[in-house]
């Protein structure tokens, strides 16, 4: 197994997820990570070319956390939010079901 190529490969599957805010593929590229990383270790001394390789994967990989922890904070600010005018939406449901009815 060429290591160097799978490392700058799963640095880009990372990348285009990260890009495309495609939470299911960040989920399945971390799974793959976990069990790819410690199999390429285990295949001895890295070269030059493969820690750069494996830095560059390292920087994609926080990234994409940062992403990840953005959107986790962006997602509860906006329950937070929806909670805090749930009287309001039911409110504005009911009025529109019953200018709908006409009563």
């Given at each position: 197994m060429d290591r160097h190529k799978t490392l700058l490969q799963l640095a880009q599957?990372?990348?285009a997820a990260t890009a495309a805010s495609d939470w299911a593929a960040l989920?399945?590229?971390?799974?793959?990570?976990c069990a790819s990383l410690p199999a390429l270790a285990a295949q001895g001394?890295?070269?030059p070319a493969e820690r750069a390789a494996l830095a560059a994967l390292r920087d994609v990989h926080v990234a994409a956390v940062?992403?990840?922890?953005?959107?986790t904070v962006e997602t509860g600010q906006h329950l937070n939010d929806m909670?805090?005018?749930?009287e309001g939406w039911l409110a504005y449901a009911l009025d529109s079901d019953n200018a709908a009815t006409g009563t």
């Open positions: 599957q990372l990348s989920a399945a590229i971390n799974t793959l990570l001394e890295w070269t940062a992403k990840v922890d953005s959107a909670t805090h005018n749930r």
